[in-house]
Nanobody
């Protein structure tokens, strides 16, 4: 399984970016796709996840500003980020968590840098 993330960049505060992450390989039908981020000097933290039934979960810090959605036909997850703040600056990582026969399979994509200038 491979995850290919794209869409990061530099944006001014208040602006928007959309991240995408395409999964390839053997993707099980029961899974959770999501985004995590890691700012310089801090631990990686959850941003948002969405399961294969389209149930989203958001970190409190991004609720109302970020929207996660997925295209199951393309095995792709998106993160629409609006009203960006300087504190959203981080490397964003795509994650795929799959479940099958009682086993968990966890995959990470390469990070994509998001920089929000004030």
């Amino acid at each position: 399984v491979q995850l290919q993330a794209s869409g990061g960049g530099l944006v001014q505060a208040g602006g928007s970016l959309r991240l995408s992450c395409a999964a390839s390989g053997s993707i099980f039908s029961v899974n959770v796709m999501g985004w995590y981020r890691q700012a310089a000097g801090k631990q990686r933290e959850l941003v948002a996840t969405i399961d294969s039934s389209d149930n989203p979960v958001y970190a409190d810090s991004v609720k109302g500003r970020f929207t996660i959605f997925r295209d199951n036909g393309k095995n792709t997850v998106y993160l629409q980020m609006n009203s960006l703040k300087p504190e959203d600056t981080a490397v964003y990582y795509c994650n795929l968590l799959m479940f099958r026969l009682g086993q968990r399979y966890n995959y990470w994509g390469q990070g994509t840098q998001v920089t929000v200038s004030s």
